[in-house]
């Protein structure tokens, strides 16, 4: 039997990094209130690795973070979001303080300054009908700052006063490839698992998923 991808949908609210938050779609002060000395330490130092094109005035958004990983299910979701939305850009992060560079790109026998990976944030207004969205797009993840990076994303976040965050990763699971992919929804507190029954996304059993697709 094949290994196949098992595509998982990780929704609000995220307590990695959000310690203490037990439900969804809590009150900003709630999420405020929430963070550790830790994470509010790490959000003041990073303040200048995030340009910001625009200061839109959004209505009560969610964020979907998306970086490389297994089936580039992350990627997938999030690209065909950004084609089918109008989504504007919002800013990006100075990827040079996250990434170091792994070699030159040669050009007519001249070598060019090094590329880093894009991290670029974007967003979507719904015209008042529902919650705009804020979308992070990463083109890679970093080898040794993962955590500061997924840190400084959930600082914009907190700056437009997100109220769910979700992310999206796959897992290698045991099945006959005639068998059909199955989503599978986690959240980060038994009462935010709740809503996974509704979409029929909860699912018994352990996972363990690796990278800022999880780790956010």
């Not at 196949?4 to 995220?14: D, E, Q, R």
């Not at 045991?174 to 809503?195: D, I, L, Y």
Request: proline share 6%; with cysteine; glycine share 8%.
């Amino acid at each position: 039997t094949p290994r196949k991808a098992l595509s998982l949908l990780s929704i609000p609210t995220h307590r990695p990094l959000w310690k203490g938050i037990k439900g969804i779609g809590l009150p900003n002060k709630n999420l405020r209130d929430s963070f550790s000395s830790v994470t509010r330490r790490g959000c003041s130092e990073m303040k200048g690795l995030v340009k910001l094109y625009a200061r839109p005035k959004l209505n009560s958004p969610n964020m979907l973070a998306a970086w490389p990983g297994i089936g580039n299910v992350a990627l997938i979701v999030a690209t065909y979001l950004l084609r089918k939305l109008n989504f504007k850009e919002l800013g990006e992060v100075d990827a040079a303080y996250f990434f170091d560079p792994i070699g030159v790109v040669v050009k007519d026998n001249l070598i060019e300054a090094p590329q880093f990976p894009q991290n670029r944030f974007y967003y979507w207004q719904s015209d008042g009908k529902g919650h705009d969205i804020i979308l992070f797009l990463g083109e890679a993840q970093p080898a040794t700052k993962g955590y500061e990076l997924a840190k400084c994303v959930l600082d914009v976040g907190m700056d437009f006063q997100i109220e769910r965050v979700y992310t999206c990763a796959a897992a290698l699971t045991r099945m006959h490839h005639t068998e059909p992919p199955e989503v599978w929804g986690v959240a980060t507190s038994k009462e935010a698992t709740n809503s996974l029954k509704e979409y029929e996304l909860d699912r018994k059993g352990n996972l363990h998923f690796a990278g800022l697709n999880g780790l956010l």
